[in-house]
């Protein structure tokens, strides 16, 4: 089976890209998904620079904060 160039990279990498379009297109800052998903603001920029990897309850918190399936942050 051969690999897109999405594919090719880290899942830290998509999920943190993925994390951020959809926040951005929601229209939501960092602060108002933070409140959202119970997390802080530190570490949704560190998630969205890729510094962190999520747990899979992280992804799962954010897609609920954002109203997207988890497999949606990691496509």
């Known amino acids: 089976m051969k690999k897109s ?5 880290p899942l830290k990498v998509r999920f943190a890209e993925n994390l951020k379009e959809i926040r951005v297109g929601r229209k939501l800052p960092q602060e108002g998904l933070a ?7 530190s570490y949704v920029s560190m998630l969205e620079r890729g510094t962190r990897a999520p747990t899979l309850d992280t992804i799962e918190r954010f897609a609920s ?3 997207v ?5 990691l496509e």
Not at 5 to 9: G, Q
Not at 35 to 41: E, L, M, P, Y
Not at 69 to 73: D, F, S, T
Request: glycine residues 4%.
């Open 5 to 9: 160039a999405a594919s090719e990279k």
């Open 35 to 41: 409140a959202k998903s119970g997390f802080s603001t």
């Open 65 to 67: 904060a954002l109203d």
């Open 69 to 73: 399936l988890p497999l949606e942050m």
